[in-house]
């Protein structure tokens, strides 16, 4: 059983929008210690777009992604969101949502749970 499914990528034009969700098919989001996004383009490394923990307010944003992305969760549905606003070009890649148990490996940003990626693509 694969622990996270990511979906909702898709091609947009610059200036859309898209919304992205991961559901966790096993556990509820509280059963992970921090819970986010990341992304990876072609020819890059993968980073950090959003984290958040659980039973915390906290939320860290990629600066490249503040004021444009939201991350949240409904636990009820056992599923994360990022919604995207103000796309662009630069925003495509192939985006993970990921998740991990262990505050340690949270605060290192490693991340264990992994879903299988979801294509966002913004053309100008």
């Known amino acids: 059983q694969v622990p996270l499914v990511d979906s909702g990528g898709g091609s947009v034009q610059v200036g859309g929008s898209l919304r992205l969700s991961c559901a966790t098919s096993?556990?509820?989001?509280?059963?992970?210690?921090?819970m986010g996004w990341f992304r990876q383009a072609p020819g890059k490394e993968r980073a950090r777009v959003a984290t958040?923990?659980?039973?915390?307010?906290?939320?860290i944003y990629n600066d490249l992604v503040r004021g444009r992305f939201t991350i949240s969760q409904d636990n009820a549905k056992k599923t994360l969101y990022l919604q995207m606003n103000s796309l662009r070009p630069e925003d495509t890649a192939m985006y993970y949502c990921?998740?991990?148990?262990?505050?340690?490996?949270?605060?290192?940003?490693?991340?264990?749970?992994w879903g299988q990626g979801t294509q966002v693509t913004v053309s100008s």
């Open positions: 990921a998740a991990d148990t262990s505050p340690s490996d949270c605060h290192r940003g490693r991340y264990d749970t």
């Open positions: 958040m923990y659980s039973g915390s307010d906290t939320i």
């Open positions: 096993k556990y509820s989001w509280n059963y992970y210690h921090c």
